[in-house]
């Protein structure tokens, strides 16, 4: 045996990461995976290491990471408390279809089955919001699962991966080497479905395209975009996909979500033609299924998705065709146009229709929040990103924001609060130059804002703005509504957040009327730091069209 070959599983797996393309890893450090850390010491130039204060932090910034990249996020942490901190990001990336690779540092293999300390078993715990879950007991297989793992992960319809590293496999001496990445392979759609959808949609009256869901590349946008401009069919997008289609194109109207206009609605119940590019078609989108019904919808259903257990496990679609989004826009792109489609004036009247919701609306109070987002509408850049946790406060930003390039916005389909801060962080490090606004509830900040601390560690400068109400806002909505003036446990008393803010360092102001955010965000984009801007809202106010005290309870 050549010992100068030998090296620790933990400098194997390190090697290989990098192999994979990683740059970026989200972490919080454990004793339980010194040996991958020491490994990742040999790739520092190449490699950045962030240190999250909670690994929910780590997992939400690893999303957010691979969203923005296309590339698997790395999270990386101990065994116990620290895995299961970060199932909340794994159930995350499960719902929004994101590639992520959880490592978890493991006891030891001669601990294994005596409830050993922090002991459990992943494979159990992460089965039901995993694409994959595997422990690595022999070190000599390390780029066997990395690669593995890296293909699972963004195959189909991607997702999150779990690997459980034991701490002493990771000290174990190997001569295993490193192994070339592998490549990833999407499924393509066949020449007789492509021809099927578009005999059919020729037939429609009323057709509707739904947009949504993962592999999507800005050509495979402008492909599709080329194909409905072509053709003037109106384009909607899934519930948190504003992104995948250019809000602006004379096409679009609209996003079907919470608070959706009954206009479109109506216009998803009367049309006689769906093509769902890439989306689940969800409970959100579908307004609890009952826009779209099921099992066997009352509209004409082509469902495209890159997972093929997807297409059929909830709807019985006319035509099933199993597609990575790249792969299906350029089977677009050869179709010729449709000559004189009937469908013209159903299009103009839909986008008419967005056009007049968009518009800003009258606020309780001082400030107004939709002429806020109206204004960031008007001054972000092209690329510029804006962020949105969760809450009713979301509804303003998705509402009157008009989201353009792929990447503009990021967020979170499975609604776990806390992911607005996180997020940020990740856009910073990916795109170091573009503004990037996340938006966040006082109830949605206080889960996981003091990674805000990252900002400052690795010299970041995005803008965290709070909309403060005092109230977790959905709930009370939802309280209002069903137990009407029976408020329990969703008033909450926050701290001073300008004051917090300040305290770990970034600049901070808080605003109580509309026209001082104008000023105060153009320095706020302006500055070399990060800036946290809370807003004080009317607390009555619960969303753009609902109010305590006068269209609720």
């Given at each position: 045996m050549n010992l100068v070959n030998k090296k620790i599983g933990g400098h194997l797996l390190a090697d290989q990461l990098e192999i994979n393309g990683v740059d970026t890893i989200f972490c919080v450090p454990?004793?339980?995976?010194?040996?991958?850390?020491?490994?990742?010491?040999?790739?520092?130039?190449?490699?950045?290491?962030?240190?999250?204060?909670?690994?929910?932090?780590?997992?939400?910034?690893?999303?957010?990471?691979?969203?923005?990249?296309?590339?698997?996020?790395?999270?990386?942490?101990?065994?116990?408390?620290?895995?299961?901190?970060?199932?909340?990001?794994?159930?995350?990336?499960?719902?929004?279809?994101?590639?992520?690779?959880?490592?978890?540092?493991?006891?030891?293999?001669?601990?294994?089955?005596?409830?050993?300390?922090?002991?459990?078993?992943?494979?159990?715990?992460f089965k039901p919001m995993a694409k994959y879950v595997a422990?690595?007991?022999?070190?000599?297989?390390?780029?066997?699962?990395?690669?593995?793992?890296?293909?699972?992960?963004?195959?189909?319809?991607?997702?999150?991966?779990?690997?459980?590293?034991?701490?002493?496999?990771?000290?174990?001496?190997?001569?295993?080497?490193?192994?070339?990445?592998?490549?990833?392979?999407?499924?393509?759609?066949?020449?007789?479905?492509?021809?099927?959808?578009?005999?059919?949609?020729?037939?429609?009256?009323?057709?509707?395209?739904?947009?949504?869901?993962?592999?999507?590349?800005q050509d495979a946008i402008n492909k599709v975009k080329d194909f409905v401009n072509k053709n003037s069919i109106p384009v909607l997008t899934s519930y948190r996909a504003q992104d995948r289609f250019d809000n602006r194109n004379d096409s679009y109207i609209g996003h079907s979500s919470y608070a959706i206009p009954p206009e479109t609605r109506k216009r998803i119940e009367d049309s006689d033609f769906i093509l769902s590019l890439g989306a689940r078609l969800g409970e959100v989108t579908t307004q609890g299924y009952t826009s779209i019904k099921i099992p066997k919808p009352e509209q004409f259903l082509v469902h495209v998705h890159p997972g093929i257990a997807e297409i059929g496990s909830v709807y019985c679609p006319d035509i099933g065709i199993n597609s990575g989004m790249q792969e299906f826009a350029e089977s677009l792109s050869n179709l010729p146009q449709i000559k004189n489609p009937v469908w013209k004036e159903w299009c103009a009247g839909a986008r008419n229709e967005y056009l007049n919701f968009i518009k800003p609306t009258p606020m309780s109070g001082d400030l107004n929040l939709s002429e806020i987002i109206a204004y960031l509408n008007k001054t972000l850049g092209e690329d510029d990103i804006v962020i949105v946790g969760s809450g009713n406060n979301s509804q303003w930003v998705h509402r009157y924001y008009q989201y353009r390039n792929l990447g503009s916005q990021l967020v979170t389909t499975a609604g776990s609060m806390g992911y607005g801060v996180p997020a940020a962080i990740a856009a910073k490090l990916v795109y170091p130059k573009k503004t990037v606004v996340s938006f966040n509830g006082d109830g949605c900040f206080m889960m996981l804002g003091?990674?805000?601390?990252?900002?400052?560690?690795?010299?970041?400068?995005?803008?965290?703005?709070?909309?403060?109400?005092?109230?977790?806002?959905?709930?009370?909505?939802?309280?209002?509504?069903?137990?009407?003036?029976?408020?329990?446990?969703?008033?909450?008393?926050?701290?001073?957040?300008?004051?917090?803010?300040?305290?770990?360092?970034?600049?901070?102001?808080?605003?109580?009327?509309?026209?001082?955010?104008?000023?105060?965000?153009?320095?706020?984009?302006?500055?070399?730091?990060?800036?946290?801007?809370?807003?004080?809202?009317?607390?009555?106010?619960?969303?753009?069209?609902?109010?305590?005290?006068?269209?609720?309870?």
């Open positions: 454990g004793e339980s995976y010194l040996g991958l850390l020491d490994g990742l010491y040999n790739h520092n130039q190449n490699i950045r290491l962030i240190t999250t204060r909670h690994e929910s932090g780590a997992a939400n910034m690893a999303d957010a990471y691979a969203k923005l990249t296309n590339k698997p996020g790395i999270c990386l942490v101990s065994r116990g408390p620290g895995a299961t901190n970060a199932s909340n990001g794994i159930h995350t990336a499960y719902q929004d279809s994101t590639p992520l690779i959880l490592l978890i540092g493991q006891v030891s293999r001669n601990e294994r089955d005596r409830e050993a300390q922090q002991e459990i078993d992943y494979k159990e715990m422990e690595i007991n022999d070190a000599n297989r390390i780029p066997e699962f990395i690669n593995k793992a890296f293909y699972i992960s963004q195959s189909g319809r991607p997702g999150p991966v779990v690997l459980s590293l034991p701490e002493d496999m990771l000290i174990d001496e190997v001569t295993a080497q490193p192994v070339p990445a592998s490549k990833i392979v999407q499924a393509s759609p066949s020449v007789g479905d492509v021809e099927d959808f578009y005999e059919r949609l020729k037939l429609a009256k009323k057709p509707i395209i739904i947009v949504g869901g993962n592999t999507w590349s003091q990674e805000i601390i990252n900002a400052i560690e690795n010299e970041l400068n995005p803008i965290f703005v709070i909309v403060n109400n005092e109230k977790l806002g959905t709930i009370r909505m939802h309280q209002e509504k069903k137990f009407p003036k029976r408020v329990m446990g969703t008033n909450i008393k926050n701290p001073d957040f300008v004051a917090l803010a300040k305290s770990y360092g970034l600049d901070s102001k808080r605003i109580t009327n509309t026209e001082d955010f104008y000023g105060y965000f153009e320095k706020a984009k302006n500055n070399k730091k990060a800036t946290l801007i809370e807003l004080i809202i009317d607390p009555n106010v619960l969303s753009p069209s609902l109010e305590i005290g006068t269209n609720i309870g």
